[in-house]
Structures are given as C-alpha cells and as structure tokens.
C-alpha cells in the first residue's frame, strides 16, 4: 500500500453505515464481525459510493454494467506523483465511468486539473455527469477519444481549453489503468475479481477489461508515443497488472535509453499490481518512491538515486555543522534549510543544495588550478541548476552517531552526482576527524 494511502486498514463498515445508510442492507454479520458480501455487485458499488462520500464530498452515480473503482487502490494509483506536484495537469487515459482519477485528485489536491479521455461512449457518458454533479467542470474537461488516435493527445490542439481555463500547456503527469487483457479469455483465466479482496466480484465490461495485445501493447504505445513527444509531459506513469508486463515494458525502456524510471507496488487483498513512471526531464523521483524491496523484481530496478554515509560516534549537531562549513565553502553551490525535526528518536535536519557550476569534481579542480581566476564557468550562468541534491542529517547513526542521506532531485548527469556526494562525504569526515 502507498505510504499516503489513508487505508491501509479495512474500513468499519457498521460506522460506514451510520455515516451512509444506504450501506446498511448490505451489511453481513460474520463471526469476526461486520463486513460487506464482495461477491454482491451492489453491495460494492454502494461501498465505493459511501467512501467517496464520507471521505472526499464525492457524489458518485455508477451505472451497474461498468468498473466499480475500489477507492483504497485508486487512491494509491492517483497520487504516485512526488508531493511537490502542486499545481499540475493531470492526463487520465481511459477515465472510465466513474472518472475517479480526477475526481479523486481535484478532491485532495486543490490546484490539480485534468484531460481525461476515453474510447467508450457509455462511460463517457457517466464520467461527465459525475465531474457535472461535483461541480468540477471548471476543472476536468472529458473527451471522447478513438481506439485508434493518439494515446496521448495535445493539449494544445485537442482539447476544449475555454473549459479549464488558463491551464499548462504541458501535463505534469499522466495516469492510466489500461485494460490488462489481450482476450475475453485471458480475463475469465486470471480471476481478475481478486481486485476487490479473495472472493471478489469483478464488474468491468469488456472494453474495460480487454485491449488488442493487452496491457503490455498498450503501454508499448505509450512509451514510444512519449518518445516523439519527451518533456510534453513531467512523468508519464501507467498501471500493470502483470509482473511478466512489467519486465517487458522495462525492457523496453532500457532499449529506448529511457534511464529515468521508477517502480512502485501495491497490494489489495492477494492482488498485486505495479506502477511504473518514467520522465524525460532532469528530475529524480526520492528512493522509495522509485524502487521497491520486491526480491524478485531487484535486476529490474532502476539505479539508486540517495547514498547514505555514516558518522560512528558524532553527534548529529557535530555533523550538521561539519556538513554546512564543507558547503558553504564550495564555489557555485548554495544552501537552503529546509526542515528541521526533531523527535524523540531522533532529530533530523533536510537541507537542498544546488549547485550552478561543477567546482567539486577532480576534472573541475585541475581546471581550476591551470585558469586559476576563481570564475564560475560561463554555463553556470544558465538557468536549470546542474545539480539539486537534497541533503538529510539524521542522529540515528552507527554507535550512536549519524548518517547523511544525499537524495538526487535534479540533474542529467548520474557521474557528477555521484562526485559531490563521495566529495562531500570524505570533507566532512575529515572536518570531523574521523579515519
Ligand atoms: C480498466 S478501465 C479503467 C477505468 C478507470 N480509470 C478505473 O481505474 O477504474 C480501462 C479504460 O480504458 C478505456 N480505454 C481503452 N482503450 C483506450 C484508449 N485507446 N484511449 C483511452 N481510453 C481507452 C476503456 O474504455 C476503459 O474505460
């Protein structure tokens, strides 16, 4: 389960009840208490109903031969997205009827707005009328796509922008649960009703559930559409049902050169699912974000974007001080406190460093010395930053003493990264004194 995911227990479903009394005829007695039948279509749509409603304000209506979104993992799914997404435009690629990408979204995060598309006129349909009846017209805009178009449409060109208004012209993200299945079949094969929990009833349609090669061609389309389009979009992300989809597509992704990727994994009852992201910007997805511990899916993770160094036997604050004299004595890096929390466990300190210009790495300092003028070079002048790293003491060290995580947020170049954490940790165990 996501680690923002607010249900990462089972609901009450007797305080469901109360909150939303059309849940009450569904509810069960069983000998460890109340529950919900899962194997009973209605009883799980009134339960997406009233967990919407208590927890968002969401007035859903879903008609009873379409996906009925379980909300635990749609939350998961709809916020994958680094917290610093604040005011985004969000692509929702097969909406489905219930819309509940962007309903969700427009709900917890008060600056997002979407394009959400889909190929099939019904859930169209009840998609508008669920962004009409939560007053959110102003911020979804719902459009009808063809099976064969472009998976990922302009902004520009293909969209009705007078109805959002003054929106990016770029995405900051797309999302998608594609159809898993290349076949009718394959669907009835997989018992895809686990998504509900161990006995679960399944309620998609066809369309929903099916797509020509599955979900592995679907987001084969993706990738290589994402190729010809690069920063039109942040973090183009998608949903995969399957482990062997995952490897594919991963694959895929390494022949493409794509190396800014990240995996993520949830669970729903005995179900398991994968998201995977990938960006064409110089921004890097924080550790757990983009890894997973999954023992079986380690060759295909992307490479570690954080380095820790530990400090035995120095005190937090003895780091804290270290590490800002060995900073703030580098040309053309400036530092920025972040956060500072201290809890009975531990304190722990974030800093964000940037730097313009490399001045650190052995290439830089041999320059240095032939021209020695002390100038930053030129290019630093520029605007991207050519490194941020974010940088977190923390007192929960070896022999009670300390660690500095060094986490990559931007940058192209993973060598130059990878200098200024070794620099930086060496200078700062030599200002500590340590061997
Ligand atoms: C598994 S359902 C997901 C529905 C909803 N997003 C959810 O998570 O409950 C997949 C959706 O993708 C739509 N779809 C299939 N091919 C598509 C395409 N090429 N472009 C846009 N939507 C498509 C289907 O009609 C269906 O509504």
Redesign the pocket.
């Known amino acids: 389960m996501h680690p923002r995911n607010p249900y990462n227990t089972p609901p009450d479903f007797a305080q469901l009840a109360n909150d939303h009394p059309a849940l009450k005829p569904y509810l069960i007695r069983t000998h460890s208490g109340v529950t919900i039948n899962f194997q009973d279509q209605a009883a799980l749509r009134c339960l997406t109903k009233a967990i919407l409603e208590r927890d968002y304000h969401i007035a859903l209506t879903l008609p009873d031969d379409?996906?009925c979104?379980p909300v635990p993992n749609?939350y998961s799914?709809a916020f994958l997205f680094p917290e610093e997404v604040a005011t985004s435009l969000g692509l929702?690629?097969?909406?489905?009827?219930?819309?509940?990408?962007p309903l969700l979204g427009c709900s917890v995060e008060p600056e997002w707005q979407f394009v959400a598309?889909?190929?099939?006129s019904r859930?169209i349909q009840f998609a508008h009328q669920n962004v009409e009846s939560n007053s959110l017209e102003k911020r979804i805009t719902i459009q009808a796509?063809?099976?064969?178009?472009p998976?990922f449409p302009s902004p520009q060109e293909r969209f009705d922008r007078e109805a959002l208004g003054n929106v990016p012209s770029h995405f900051a993200f797309t999302m998608?649960?594609?159809?898993?299945y290349g076949s009718h079949e394959e669907v009835l094969e997989s018992a895809e009703a686990k998504e509900y929990g161990p006995n679960a009833v399944c309620t998609?349609a066809d369309?929903?559930?099916v797509?020509p090669g599955g979900e592995v061609e679907?987001v084969r389309k993706m990738v290589l559409q994402s190729l010809q389009l690069g920063s039109y979009c942040r973090w183009y992300t998608s949903?995969l049902g399957k482990m062997s989809s995952l490897r594919k597509i991963v694959e895929l992704l390494k022949d493409e050169k794509i190396d800014n990727y990240a995996i993520t994994e949830f669970m729903q009852g005995r179900t398991r699912r994968w998201a995977i992201a990938w960006s064409f910007t110089d921004i890097h997805l924080p550790g757990p974000l983009a890894r997973i511990q999954n023992p079986s899916l380690q060759d295909i993770m992307p490479v570690k974007n954080a380095f820790e160094y530990p400090y035995p036997q120095r005190s937090w604050i003895d780091v804290c001080h270290a590490l800002e004299g060995v900073l703030t004595a580098i040309d053309g890096v400036t530092l920025r406190q972040d956060e500072l929390r201290t809890t009975t466990e531990s304190p722990a300190e974030t800093m964000v460093v940037t730097a313009k210009a490399d001045t650190w790495s052995r290439a830089a300092r041999r320059r240095k010395l032939r021209a020695d003028d002390g100038a930053i070079p030129d290019h630093a002048h520029g605007t991207a930053p050519l490194l941020v790293c974010k940088v977190v003491v923390s007192g929960k060290g070896p022999e009670g003493g300390s660690f500095v995580e060094f986490q990559w947020v931007r940058g192209r170049n993973r060598g130059l990264f990878e200098s200024f954490t070794s620099h930086i940790g060496r200078k700062v165990a030599a200002a500590l004194k340590l061997p």
């Open positions: 379409r996906l979104p749609r799914q929702d690629i097969g909406t489905g009827a219930s819309a509940i990408y598309t889909d190929i099939d859930s796509v063809l099976p064969d178009d998976i998608c649960n594609p159809p898993f998609g369309n929903e559930m797509t679907f949903m």
